[in-house]
């Protein structure tokens, strides 16, 4: 099976402008989560989308927005870009491994669309 | 505030030595603590994950150690080989949602 899939795989763009990432995730998933890569760092929660409603939220400005779609791929998209945006932009795919109190699931992570602001 | 601390930053092991990477998190409400594995270019990859009901869990050469009542976890490395270079990340997760430690970078001499 085909594991997450993520495009483009590079990008620059100038800031101000606005940038769209798109995600597909391991077939059966239904939760796409996106995460923030600065280098050097560990990847930083930023949304999280299950059955195309918004499931979580991490730290980030409201220029960051997020959708499913009815197919659980998603889309990632930045407004009015700045140079701290420059990062690996990683989505992950979620797979339930427990039922119960509590749930747990395991996140299988795409390759990242490397984003670079100028 | 960092909920998942990570240590070494940075680890160099000779080929065929043990690899001994150190977690502490701090919120009890975490659910499950996967390890994730990156290389230079590529998405984390998962490598091995345990429940905080289980002490410790082994996967060929990679073993987790969970000390609860401590809040801490390893990853222990056996047979330490030149391609286990990359970065690793010890992490918890609660509801689905991760919390990355800062990453250690291994490096195994040939």
């Known amino acids: 099976d085909a594991g997450v899939t993520q495009s483009p795989t590079h990008l620059i763009k100038t800031r101000g402008q606005h940038v769209t990432l798109r995600c597909s995730p391991i077939s059966g998933h239904k939760s796409v989560s996106w995460y923030q890569q600065v280098l050097g760092q560990g990847p930083q929660f930023i949304f999280q989308?299950?059955?195309?409603?918004?499931?979580g939220r991490g730290n980030f400005p409201d220029r960051f927005s997020a959708r499913q779609f009815p197919n659980y791929s998603s889309e990632l998209n930045v407004n009015a870009l700045l140079l701290g945006d420059s990062a690996l932009y990683l989505c992950?795919?979620?797979?339930?491994?427990?039922?119960?109190?509590?749930?747990?699931?395991?996140?299988?992570f795409g390759p990242g669309t490397r984003l670079t602001v100028t | 505030q960092q909920q998942v601390k990570q240590s070494p930053q940075s680890l160099i092991v000779q080929k065929g030595g043990i690899s001994i990477i150190n977690c502490a998190y701090e919120n009890t409400a975490f659910d499950y603590f996967p390890w994730y594995q990156q290389f230079p270019g590529k998405g984390p990859a998962l490598l091995i994950a345990?429940?905080?009901?289980?002490s410790e869990k082994k996967e060929g050469r990679f073993t987790i150690s969970f000390n609860k009542s401590a809040k801490q976890f390893s990853l222990h490395i056996m047979d330490s080989q030149p391609g286990d270079s990359a970065t690793y990340f010890c992490a918890a997760t609660r509801d689905d949602k991760i919390i990355f430690g800062k990453g250690t970078r291994l490096h195994i001499l040939p």
């Open positions: 345990i429940r905080p009901d289980v």
């Open positions: 992950a795919s979620s797979r339930q491994i427990r039922a119960g109190a509590p749930t747990a699931y395991e996140q299988y």
């Open positions: 989308y299950y059955e195309k409603e918004e499931r």
